[in-house]
């Protein structure tokens, strides 16, 4: 049974109040035992109770550095609340290497979408998590669309091969790039290329419109000879005086509409799903790893003997690892 502040909690996140959507998401990102566990409460509850309802749009949006994601975001979320659309953007910073904090601050970028009443902006650190997504980027989402968001943007890091994450757990992957001088390509690597299902090069207006044109160009010849079956649709756009933005909106939407007419879109909420499941395994396993108490007290001896060669990485890591067989505390089995 549903403690009594869960409840309270669903039923405000139902609602779409704000303040308690932040909580709720607060409650998700933590690592603390008893939050984690009321944090899959929570879920579960929305989960049961939205069941049913029409699928929110899920777009990753990734890109080069200086691509203007946070400008297009920003744009975008102003056009699609005009037609009448609920935009939340999970936005999210490289952290510290140091502190592990958020050290961009995506509000001050997007800040004219911030004011919105129908727009909720969350910066998150990236922390450790090499998908370039917050780890509790994947619950915030379910929160953000029990809450009534019906397009969802996830902003990345930047671009890499690891943003294979995002590209598990939205509709369209979306590559925001630039015109530059000499190759084209250069700065984007082939898997990013396999993922994108819609491309869009942007800052195509002044003197840079033409060079866009042409980096375009070169991008859907690149897109035939990585070999996808459909490749993705490559467009010109300028965040800054909004051309060509709806297009690459309508781009975004066939790409979703092609999905469902083959039940496709079903199949990667269901591979979505697949992929949660082994996500919260690892996660599980890895903070049960950091709470263990045989292992916390082992560790820093462990670690000082790989260091100094005395034993290699594989044998310290498989000390920890009966440590943590012989220690996992039932509540992280339940």
């Known amino acids: 049974m549903p403690q009594a502040a869960t409840l309270k909690l669903a039923d405000a996140v139902l609602d779409g109040q704000r303040r ?49 994601k946070s400008t297009f975001i920003n744009a975008l979320g102003i056009a699609l609340i005009e037609q009448g659309h609920k935009v939340s953007v999970l936005a999210v910073d490289p952290s510290s290497s140091k502190t592990g904090g958020s050290i961009l601050g995506d509000r001050t970028r ?10 909720f902006i969350r910066p998150s650190p990236s922390g450790t998590h090499l998908g370039g997504v917050a780890r509790a980027t994947r619950e915030a989402m379910l929160l953000v669309e029990a809450a009534g968001y019906d397009v969802v943007l996830v902003e990345t890091v930047g671009v890499g091969q690891s943003e294979v994450a995002v590209a598990s757990m939205v ?43 042409v980096a375009a160009r070169e991008l ?25 933005l709806m297009d690459v909106w309508q781009a975004v939407l066939k790409h979703r509409a092609r999905l469902g007419s083959c039940d496709g879109l079903n199949k990667r909420r ?24 045989s292992v916390v007290q082992r560790r820093a001896a462990v670690e000082q003997a790989v260091e100094d060669g005395q034993i290699s990485a594989i044998d310290g890591a498989e000390q920890l690892l009966k440590l943590l067989a012989a220690d996992v505390p039932t509540r992280w089995l339940v």
Do not use: C
């Open 270 to 293: 269901a591979n979505q799903q697949r992929d949660w499941l082994w996500a919260l395994i690892d996660d599980t396993l890895l903070q049960a790893m950091r709470q263990s108490t």
């Open 110 to 119: 997007m800040g004219v979408l911030a004011q919105s009443d129908q727009a």
């Open 220 to 244: 859907r010849t690149a897109m035939h000879l990585v070999g996808q079956v459909t490749p993705p649709q490559v467009l010109t756009l300028s965040a800054q005086t909004g051309s060509g």
């Open 171 to 213: 509709d369209t992957f979306l590559l925001l790039t630039l015109a530059r001088t000499g190759d084209q390509l250069q700065g984007i690597k082939k898997g990013i290329l396999e993922m994108a299902d819609v491309i869009a090069v942007n800052k195509a207006d002044g003197d840079n419109e033409a060079t866009s044109q």
């Open 20 to 68: 308690a959507l932040g909580r709720a998401i607060t409650l998700v990102e933590s690592n603390k035992v008893d939050d984690r566990a009321n944090a899959y409460e929570l879920l579960e509850l929305l989960r049961q109770r939205t069941a049913g309802q029409p699928l929110a749009v899920r777009v990753g949006i990734t890109g080069v550095p200086g691509a203007g």
